[in-house]
């Protein structure tokens, strides 16, 4: 629904490419024959990126398995295999984010973005804001961080730059009155779409899991199709315990979706395909900056492409 741009991803997933996929057709490109000892370099590649084992053995089977059956084995038949390899891990469980006609449909259509501390949650409720105006849409944010002192600030500068509208009450408040207030108003200003933002939660703290579960329930008294969405925000430089996290969280909540961010940061962008392989939940976004405009919808095989280029001056 938004517009991507393929510049933005490429230069977003710059690290990534660089150290891990540059590296990987360079070492293709280097050998005259193809043989086991490449495969090798490959895999420890592909591994240090934090696609995970089983990705890891599926790709290079299907590697090894191409080399056997192809005479031709240049670079770019091999590429293109490794390619379709990925799309296909990415494929498995791509859901295309919500459709304009949902929204349209449910009004007004609520969103809870949990996460721990520290994952990106505040500055994603801020971008998603600005993605869902450009697209037309009213927006109400819901300013349910009431731990941290410095929450609404944050919030009120993306708010701000979004052009959007916000609730908001002073620290300590109850997380799910904020909540309750939003939807309340959401619903009186005929807002199209309500982002709730909430305290990082740290996923071992069981009360803290209950807060939500409370938030999602006084926001369906109020409007019974919702909420909508909970989006999981997972920091792409946390590896393993990104999985770790979601399913702790899963154990509370129906998560509807996954929002990775800081893959800008990082040479681990391969944590996507874990994510979509052990974890049963869509990957809806993915950020790729700090500016509001730097939250993209996630497409595989755009991923894909963005990560692996011939061309490794680009
Ligand atoms: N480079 C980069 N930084 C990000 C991205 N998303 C969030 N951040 C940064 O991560 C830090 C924590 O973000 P914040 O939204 O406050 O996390 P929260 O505690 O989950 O609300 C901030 O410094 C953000 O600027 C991203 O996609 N890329
Ligand atoms: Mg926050």
């Known amino acids: 629904m938004f517009k991507n ?21 360079e070492t293709i490109s280097g050998k005259a024959q193809l043989d086991e000892q490449t495969l090798i370099e490959i895999e420890e590649l592909l591994l240090s990126c934090d696609i995970g084992f089983d990705s890891t053995i599926q790709i290079i089977d299907k590697v090894r398995e191409e080399i056997k059956k ?25 859901n295309k984010s919500f459709v304009k006609s949902q929204i349209i449909g449910n009004t ?11 994952s990106g949650k505040t500055t994603t409720v801020g971008k998603l804001a600005y993605n ?4 037309g849409f009213k927006v109400m944010i819901g300013s349910a961080d009431t731990f941290r002192a410095a929450a609404n600030d944050q919030l009120e500068i993306w708010v701000k730059r979004a052009d959007v509208n916000m609730v908001q009450k002073t620290r300590g408040s ?11 108003l959401a619903l009186k200003n005929n807002s199209d779409v309500v982002l709730i933002d909430t305290a990082g939660r740290l996923h071992t703290k069981s009360n803290l899991m209950d807060e939500l579960k409370k938030i999602s329930n006084v926001i369906n008294k109020l409007i019974q199709h919702a909420p909508n969405e909970i989006y999981l925000v997972i920091d792409g430089n946390t590896g393993q315990n990104g999985i770790v996290q979601a399913r702790e969280f899963m154990k509370y909540t129906k998560i509807t979706g996954i929002i ?13 395909f874990q994510i979509v392989k052990e974890l049963n939940i869509p990957v809806k976004y993915i950020g790729v900056g700090e500016d509001i405009d730097d939250l993209q919808e996630f497409d595989a095989k755009e991923y894909v492409n963005a990560l692996l280029t011939l061309d490794l001056n680009n």
């Not at 990775?260 to 996507?272: E, F, P, Q, R, W």
């Open 174 to 184: 109850d997380p799910s009155a904020v909540a309750y207030e939003t939807c309340e």
């Open 260 to 272: 990775i961010t800081k893959l800008d940061g990082t040479a681990k962008g391969g944590i996507i």
């Open 132 to 135: 869902l105006k450009n697209e």
């Open 108 to 118: 007004p259509f609520v969103i809870i973005i949990i996460g721990v501390n520290g």
């Open 5 to 25: 741009t393929f510049e933005k991803l490429k230069s977003g997933l710059a690290k990534t490419r660089d150290k891990i996929f540059n590296k990987i057709v």
């Open 70 to 94: 192809e005479k031709d084995r240049n670079k770019e038949i091999i590429t293109q295999v490794l390619k379709l390899e990925l799309i296909k891990i990415l494929e498995n469980n791509e």
